[in-house]
């Protein structure tokens, strides 16, 4: 009985202690959890993300370029992501997503703690599942750099996942945590981050017009980017998307006959791999960066923690007046005309060397200039080591009309392929705005990078006419004041070129066959100092000299302030700004940038319009005239403008005016030693002017534009002298284009 008793009370006092130790280790494990949960709160083992963070995730975002109709022009980014709103996804990726990463996402606040033991049973049990729900994967993208591998590391990192995730769903609506986690998730390949992004890649479209199928697709992708990619592996793609597709009917989402009939559909892929220059406008978009950044400097424009913006991450959209549809007749116009001249280009050097005597050095300069050249120069190689490795051959992808070739040759056999490639530039502006509508800098950008409107500026030829007219009109000289037009010397300058339309000539036809006496006599009576300075105020930024060959455009200017200063004469004298940029609003739409373009009044309302009546008798009769013709477009409104080529034709111009639109084409090679033989090719009438005529009959022919054939309107106060010369002199001469005989080069 004691026996018995003591039993019992031993019992007793291993229950008594038992319990104790069970309590305990509870409590320590409470108190244990409680400590570790408080310090990677408190950031012991990491950083969490502040409130302020959470408000504002940080995630690269691409800042998009948008046309004046608000289509995008192209990206800057670091990774390829632009956000879209929850109104711009369709249900069928929502229905997706919730069905196969997370059924209870509605009815959870973050952590969903019956999957997360389920999943922890199922792994005990060889089966491996997830028990992450969408706001814990959603903590991870936004604020881990990546899912670490290590087990203890892991387990921290998840609790830091648990803790953000609550707080997350305590700061964002479920909308907003979908929207966000599309916008945030990585689709591996192609640099392709959001589903914004994904949805442009893989199928050419935008998040809500995708399909079932398609959303099944990229939704199916997240569980493993590479094993499930489309490219790589479409079996297994497939096989992921109907599986999906099954979670989706298995949700009733989708009816049992949708499902079926969309796990029958063929994966039909419309790959659009984004690089730095696809889309329209990469030359502008290149320039307009740099721009960007000057004026954000100039204006020290930031963040409001005062850092720089960084047009890769911060998501800005970037409002332009560029017209879509006019930027693409412009390239394709570009693209049908230098196509063929490049044939003719081709054809004067099959059997002659381009690159004899002093144009050796054109090579030699060129590999200098290279990316390669500069690699081997870092790398400690000497001179000669660098000549051996342009010598040998490698593979390479060259440029040409029908598309890249992919081929083995030297690098300096590459560098003479593409210096014989003729460049050219293309700009459109609207004279009352001075919103650019069009701009073209080159033939390709992946290959001939150099902007060709803004960034180059080449020698401008009978192009500066216009400017010693103008001067001279507004100093007291009629268009219809004749002139002597013969060979004469001025000083130690004796102009070239050939008389047409008579001796004398009035200003008027001087311009109209580009006359070289003519326009040597005027300016030695008005002064070079004058004319220069004129020059200038209509907008010419480079060096404009105070020499009398000035006249016949011995200096250089880009396509861009030519366009410009043109476009002063349209708009009744006064010179506008032209404008790249319209506005720029941060990622959450608000502005932090208007453009307030300056505007100049360079000359006199009456002889800017005297100067585009003179324009006028350019293309009505002068050189300017095959746009009159069919294959140059067969224009019939009223349009002006100015031919140039200068010496040796290696340099060829057409600027073109309407009274809603002044054009600028210009044409020539990368080297100036590198030329058209002949006039008949290279002067502008032929290797500009086309170009021009063949975009204004795209833009003509799309009524959408609202682009009139209306003739220049009469400046406000009238004009007040005749402009009809034939009420004065007898025309001379017979009309016709700039041809062989019309000696349209500088003389000096």
């Given at each position: 009985m004691?026996?018995?008793?003591?039993?019992?009370k031993l019992t007793?006092?291993?229950?008594?202690?038992y319990?104790?130790?069970?309590?305990?280790?509870l409590?320590?494990f409470?108190?244990?959890?409680?400590?570790?949960?408080?310090?990677v709160?408190i950031?012991?083992?990491?950083k969490?993300?502040?409130?302020?963070?959470?408000?504002?995730?940080?995630?690269?975002?691409?800042?998009?370029?948008?046309?004046?109709?608000?289509?995008?022009?192209?990206?800057?980014?670091?990774?390829?992501?632009?956000?879209?709103?929850?109104?711009?996804l369709?249900?069928?990726?929502?229905?997706?997503?919730i069905?196969?990463e997370d059924?209870?996402?509605?009815?959870?606040?973050?952590i969903?703690y019956?999957r997360?033991?389920?999943?922890?049973?199922?792994t005990?049990m060889?089966?491996?599942?997830?028990?992450?729900?969408?706001?814990?994967?959603?903590?991870?993208n936004?604020?881990?750099?990546?899912?670490e591998?290590?087990?203890?590391?892991?387990?921290?990192q998840?609790?830091?996942?648990w803790?953000?995730?609550?707080?997350?769903?305590?700061?964002?609506?479920?909308?907003?945590?979908?929207t966000?986690?599309?916008?945030t998730?990585?689709f591996?390949a192609?640099?392709?981050?959001?589903i914004?992004?994904a949805?442009?890649?893989?199928?050419?479209?935008?998040p809500d017009?995708?399909t079932p199928?398609?959303?099944?697709?990229?939704?199916?992708?997240?569980?493993?980017?590479?094993?499930?990619s489309?490219?790589?592996?479409p079996?297994?793609?497939?096989?992921?998307?109907?599986?999906?597709?099954?979670?989706?009917?298995g949700?009733?989402?989708?009816?049992k006959?949708?499902s079926?009939k969309?796990?029958?559909?063929?994966?039909?892929?419309?790959?659009r791999i984004?690089?730095?220059g696809?889309?329209?406008a990469?030359y502008?978009?290149?320039v307009?960066?740099?721009?960007i950044?000057?004026?954000?400097?100039?204006?020290?424009?930031?963040?409001?923690?005062?850092?720089?913006?960084?047009?890769?991450k911060d998501?800005?959209?970037?409002?332009?007046?560029?017209?879509?549809?006019?930027?693409?007749?412009?390239?394709?116009?570009?693209?049908?005309?230098?196509k063929k001249?490049?044939?003719?280009?081709?054809?004067?050097?099959r059997?002659s060397?381009?690159?004899?005597g002093?144009?050796?050095?054109?090579l030699v300069?060129?590999?200098?200039?290279s990316d390669?050249y500069?690699?081997?120069?870092?790398?400690?190689?000497?001179?000669?080591?660098?000549?051996k490795?342009?010598n040998?051959?490698?593979?390479?992808s060259?440029?040409?009309?029908?598309?890249?070739v992919?081929?083995v040759?030297?690098?300096m056999?590459s560098?003479?392929?593409?210096?014989?490639?003729?460049?050219n530039?293309?700009?459109s502006?609207?004279p009352?705005?001075?919103?650019?509508?069009?701009?073209?800098g080159?033939t390709?950008?992946?290959?001939?990078?150099?902007?060709?409107?803004?960034?180059?500026?080449?020698?401008?030829?009978s192009?500066a006419?216009?400017f010693?007219?103008?001067?001279?009109?507004d100093n007291?000289?009629?268009?219809?004041?004749s002139v002597p037009?013969?060979?004469?010397?001025?000083?130690?300058?004796?102009?070239?070129?050939t008389?047409q339309?008579?001796d004398?000539?009035?200003?008027k036809n001087?311009?109209?066959?580009?006359?070289?006496?003519?326009?040597?006599?005027?300016?030695?009576?008005?002064g070079?100092a004058?004319?220069?300075?004129?020059?200038?105020?209509?907008?010419i930024t480079?060096?404009?000299p105070n020499y009398?060959?000035?006249?016949?455009?011995?200096?250089?200017?880009?396509v861009?302030d030519?366009?410009?200063?043109?476009?002063?004469?349209?708009?009744?004298?006064?010179?506008i700004?032209p404008?790249?940029?319209?506005?720029?609003?941060?990622?959450?739409?608000?502005?932090?940038?208007?453009?307030?373009?300056k505007?100049?009044?360079?000359?006199?309302?009456?002889?800017?319009?005297?100067?585009?009546?003179?324009l006028?008798?350019?293309?009505?009769?002068?050189?300017?005239s095959?746009?009159?013709?069919?294959?140059?477009g067969?224009?019939?409104?009223?349009?002006?403008?100015?031919?140039?080529?200068?010496?040796?034709?290696?340099?060829?111009?057409f600027?073109?005016?309407?009274?809603?639109?002044?054009t600028?084409?210009?044409?020539?090679?990368?080297?100036?030693?590198?030329?058209?033989?002949?006039?008949?090719?290279?002067?502008?009438?032929?290797a500009?002017l086309?170009?021009f005529?063949?975009?204004?009959?795209?833009?003509?022919?799309?009524?959408?534009?609202?682009?009139?054939?209306?003739?220049?309107?009469?400046?406000?106060?009238?004009?007040?002298?005749?402009?009809?010369c034939?009420k004065?002199?007898?025309f001379h001469?017979?009309?016709?284009?700039?041809?062989?005989?019309?000696?349209?080069?500088?003389?000096?």
């Amino acid at each position: 009985m004691k026996r018995e008793s003591k039993k019992n009370k031993l019992t007793e006092e291993d229950v008594k202690r038992y319990n104790r130790t069970f309590w305990g280790v509870l409590l320590g494990f409470v108190v244990f959890g409680a400590l570790f949960i408080l310090s990677v709160r408190i950031g012991v083992f990491g950083k969490l993300p502040s409130f302020q963070e959470l408000e504002n995730p940080k995630s690269n975002l691409a800042s998009e370029i948008l046309s004046d109709d608000l289509k995008v022009l192209g990206t800057y980014y670091k990774h390829n992501r632009s956000n879209v709103k929850y109104s711009e996804l369709s249900p069928h990726l929502i229905h997706a997503l919730i069905s196969t990463e997370d059924k209870r996402f509605y009815d959870h606040s973050g952590i969903d703690y019956s999957r997360m033991i389920t999943s922890v049973f199922y792994t005990l049990m060889g089966n491996k599942q997830g028990g992450s729900t969408i706001t814990q994967q959603l903590a991870l993208n936004l604020f881990s750099e990546k899912r670490e591998r290590s087990t203890l590391k892991r387990i921290k990192q998840k609790f830091q996942e648990w803790i953000t995730a609550v707080r997350l769903e305590r700061s964002y609506t479920k909308e907003e945590i979908i929207t966000m986690y599309f916008n945030t998730v990585d689709f591996g390949a192609y640099n392709t981050f959001g589903i914004k992004s994904a949805a442009r890649t893989y199928f050419n479209t935008t998040p809500d017009l995708l399909t079932p199928e398609q959303a099944a697709l990229l939704v199916g992708m997240l569980k493993g980017t590479y094993i499930y990619s489309p490219v790589k592996f479409p079996e297994n793609a497939k096989s992921r998307r109907n599986t999906v597709l099954n979670n989706m009917a298995g949700q009733k989402f989708l009816t049992k006959e949708e499902s079926e009939k969309a796990k029958a559909t063929p994966i039909d892929l419309q790959l659009r791999i984004s690089n730095y220059g696809e889309g329209l406008a990469p030359y502008f978009r290149a320039v307009l960066k740099e721009e960007i950044k000057k004026e954000f400097q100039r204006l020290s424009i930031t963040k409001a923690d005062g850092t720089p913006y960084d047009l890769d991450k911060d998501g800005l959209k970037v409002y332009t007046p560029i017209n879509y549809a006019m930027q693409q007749y412009a390239e394709e116009s570009q693209k049908e005309w230098m196509k063929k001249l490049q044939k003719d280009f081709d054809r004067q050097y099959r059997n002659s060397d381009p690159f004899k005597g002093d144009n050796a050095r054109l090579l030699v300069s060129g590999m200098r200039r290279s990316d390669r050249y500069r690699v081997l120069k870092e790398a400690g190689l000497s001179q000669e080591e660098i000549e051996k490795e342009f010598n040998k051959k490698v593979p390479m992808s060259l440029f040409t009309y029908e598309g890249n070739v992919d081929t083995v040759m030297t690098p300096m056999d590459s560098i003479r392929y593409n210096k014989l490639f003729l460049r050219n530039a293309v700009m459109s502006m609207e004279p009352k705005t001075g919103h650019i509508k069009a701009w073209v800098g080159g033939t390709s950008f992946e290959h001939f990078k150099f902007d060709h409107v803004k960034l180059a500026e080449r020698q401008v030829g009978s192009t500066a006419k216009p400017f010693v007219y103008a001067y001279a009109i507004d100093n007291g000289f009629s268009p219809c004041n004749s002139v002597p037009n013969h060979m004469q010397t001025y000083g130690n300058w004796t102009p070239r070129g050939t008389v047409q339309g008579g001796d004398p000539i009035t200003l008027k036809n001087a311009l109209k066959f580009s006359q070289n006496f003519a326009t040597a006599y005027i300016i030695n009576e008005v002064g070079a100092a004058n004319v220069a300075s004129l020059t200038k105020k209509m907008g010419i930024t480079s060096n404009v000299p105070n020499y009398p060959s000035i006249a016949l455009g011995a200096y250089e200017a880009s396509v861009y302030d030519m366009v410009g200063a043109y476009s002063a004469l349209v708009n009744h004298g006064t010179w506008i700004e032209p404008t790249m940029i319209l506005r720029i609003e941060d990622k959450n739409g608000t502005p932090i940038y208007d453009k307030a373009p300056k505007v100049v009044k360079a000359l006199n309302s009456e002889t800017a319009y005297i100067m585009v009546d003179m324009l006028k008798g350019v293309v009505d009769g002068g050189t300017g005239s095959r746009l009159r013709r069919a294959e140059y477009g067969g224009l019939t409104n009223p349009i002006g403008g100015k031919t140039g080529t200068t010496n040796d034709n290696s340099d060829a111009w057409f600027i073109g005016i309407t009274p809603e639109l002044v054009t600028g084409v210009w044409t020539g090679a990368e080297d100036r030693g590198i030329r058209f033989y002949s006039m008949a090719s290279g002067q502008g009438a032929s290797a500009a002017l086309p170009i021009f005529g063949l975009y204004m009959k795209k833009v003509y022919n799309d009524k959408e534009l609202h682009y009139t054939k209306d003739d220049f309107p009469l400046p406000p106060g009238g004009v007040t002298r005749e402009v009809d010369c034939s009420k004065f002199v007898p025309f001379h001469g017979t009309p016709q284009d700039d041809g062989p005989l019309n000696d349209d080069r500088l003389g000096f």
